[in-house]
């Protein structure tokens, strides 16, 4: 009779990570990855731009050459980039894509900074990131750009926040790692302030950020827990007394 062998072993559900792909020095395995990437962008029907003149920009363009004659142009926000060369192809707004742009490669590993890439191109242009290396060939991936996946909310869509001109200070209530306590603190110190010439904007984040998320109902914040949450009294009273310390 065959001797049989157990093996315990945690396994993992893994994601891609943008961020990790091409960190470091470029390794042979990264190489093999942006050599796979650079076959995808030649089949890409063209004309083609670069959304992004950064790091994953020029990464892309000095490890995979064969790129430079098929980018017509790189689209950049920043204007003190605007009308600059990288490896002889221009800079330019995103407003001033040309026509004849189909395919448009986004040179970005954060969700937010694609998210507004995405906003500002026409709907009629063809749009790709990095992930597109999953379904293109997932083995060619570099072993180090897989993460352990962790059930979360993100990414969720974040509106855009706004300041007013000329202020000496901005308090801001930024997301925290739980919310067992309410920013009575942020409150205070928003008191402190009202009463003392500073010109001061009070921005609180997780209302801006959150609640138009919150609102819908589907959303998921974890596998087995929906966000259809009723707060306890006790919730909304200090809740309702953090709102009033802010309008005193």
Same mark, same amino acid.
């Given at each position: 009779m065959g001797t049989v062998l157990t093996v315990d072993a945690d396994v993992h559900k893994l994601k891609?990570?943008?961020?990790?792909?091409?960190?470091?020095?470029?390794?042979?395995? =990264?190489?093999?990855? /942006?050599?796979?990437?650079?076959?995808?962008?030649?089949?890409?029907?063209?004309? /083609?731009?670069?959304?992004?003149?950064?790091?994953?920009?020029?990464?892309?363009?000095?490890?995979?050459?064969? *790129?430079?004659?098929?980018? =017509?142009?790189?689209?950049?926000?920043?204007?003190?980039?605007?009308?600059?060369?990288?490896?002889?192809?221009?800079? &330019?707004?995103?407003?001033?894509?040309?026509?004849?742009?189909?395919?448009?490669?986004?040179?970005?590993?954060?969700?937010?900074?694609?998210?507004?890439?995405?906003?500002? #191109?026409?709907?009629?242009? =063809?749009?790709?990131?990095?992930?597109?290396?999953?379904?293109?060939?997932?083995? %060619?991936?570099?072993?180090? %750009?897989?993460?352990?996946?962790?059930?979360?909310?993100?990414?969720?869509?974040?509106?855009? *926040?706004?300041?007013?001109?000329? /202020?000496? &200070?901005?308090?801001?209530?930024?997301? %925290?790692? =739980?919310?067992?306590?309410?920013?009575?603190?942020? %409150?205070?110190?928003?008191?402190? #302030?009202?009463?003392?010439s500073i010109k001061c904007q009070t921005v609180d984040l997780d209302i801006i950020i959150y609640q138009?998320?919150?609102?819908?109902?589907?959303?998921?914040?974890?596998?087995?827990?929906?966000?259809?949450?009723?707060?306890?009294?006790?919730?909304?009273?200090?809740?309702?007394?953090?709102?009033?310390?802010?309008?005193?």
């Amino acid at each position: 009779m065959g001797t049989v062998l157990t093996v315990d072993a945690d396994v993992h559900k893994l994601k891609f990570s943008r961020s990790r792909c091409f960190a470091g020095e470029i390794s042979p395995e =990264q190489q093999r990855c /942006l050599d796979v990437l650079a076959e995808f962008i030649g089949s890409c029907e063209g004309p /083609l731009a670069f959304y992004g003149a950064g790091e994953l920009c020029r990464i892309i363009l000095d490890y995979a050459p064969k *790129t430079r004659a098929l980018v =017509q142009c790189i689209l950049d926000d920043n204007p003190k980039l605007h009308a600059k060369l990288v490896n002889g192809i221009p800079i &330019m707004p995103s407003g001033a894509l040309p026509d004849s742009v189909r395919t448009v490669f986004l040179c970005a590993t954060r969700w937010r900074d694609l998210a507004r890439m995405c906003e500002r #191109l026409p709907d009629h242009v =063809q749009v790709f990131t990095l992930d597109a290396l999953t379904k293109l060939n997932w083995q %060619a991936v570099p072993n180090h %750009a897989w993460v352990k996946d962790i059930p979360s909310i993100y990414p969720i869509n974040i509106p855009e *926040t706004t300041f007013k001109p000329n /202020l000496d &200070m901005i308090l801001l209530d930024v997301p %925290a790692r =739980q919310i067992a306590f309410m920013p009575n603190g942020f %409150a205070y110190v928003h008191n402190a #302030l009202k009463k003392s010439s500073i010109k001061c904007q009070t921005v609180d984040l997780d209302i801006i950020i959150y609640q138009p998320n919150l609102r819908n109902p589907n959303l998921i914040v974890h596998p087995q827990v929906s966000c259809r949450y009723e707060p306890p009294p006790l919730f909304l009273f200090c809740l309702a007394r953090s709102v009033a310390n802010l309008m005193v």
